[in-house]
């Protein structure tokens, strides 16, 4: 008899991006508070979905506003990305790709974001950029040769990066307005 898989959990983030006063477009990331499964992990704002949200897309506001501040208030949801999931944590996620416009200071949940990472989307287009790597987690049954974007001293990896990945070549592209 076949196992059947595990149930998912079902998230949403938002993958917030704003134009700067140098007219760049920049990605707002998260740098998750250590402790908990994604520790120290750059991320898009978001988590699970609560019973009182009405759909993915209230998901991604909500923590978007928990996380960051980010008031609803600037954010234009622009469309829904493809659903990605984590590979050893179990997790379902429901990504939007939002216009923001950026507040004069983040308002960061200390107890859920160690930091603020906003990266130029330029930067992350750099061949330099890119990088492979073999990771071994304690979760894992062998080391894993996994894709990232290097920004700064830290690394995009995991569900975030297979996220960001097919979306940057578009956003480049100037396939949305910011």
């Known amino acids: 008899m076949k196992e059947s898989p595990r149930p998912r959990i079902a998230s949403a983030v938002l993958v917030p991006i704003y134009r700067g006063e140098d007219t760049e477009l920049r990605l707002v990331l998260i740098r998750r508070s250590e402790g908990g499964v994604h520790g120290g992990h750059l991320a898009f704002p978001g988590g699970k979905r609560d019973p009182e949200d009405a759909s993915f897309r209230d998901t991604a506001l909500r923590e978007a506003w928990e996380e960051l501040g980010l008031d609803r208030q600037l954010v234009e949801v622009l469309t829904e990305l493809p659903t990605v999931e984590t590979i050893t944590t179990d997790f379902l996620i429901y990504p939007f790709l939002a216009r923001i416009a950026r507040p004069s200071i983040w308002n960061r949940s200390e107890r859920e974001v160690a930091e603020v990472v906003e990266v130029k989307l330029s930067d992350l287009a750099r061949p330099e950029a890119r990088g492979d790597d073999i990771t071994q987690l304690s979760t894992w049954i062998a080391p894993q040769r996994g894709a990232f974007y290097r920004v700064g001293r830290y690394q995009v990896w995991g569900a ?9 070549p578009h956003l480049l592209a100037g396939e949305w307005q910011f």
Do not use: A, Q, W
């Open 160 to 168: 975030t990066y297979r996220i960001l990945h097919p979306l940057l």
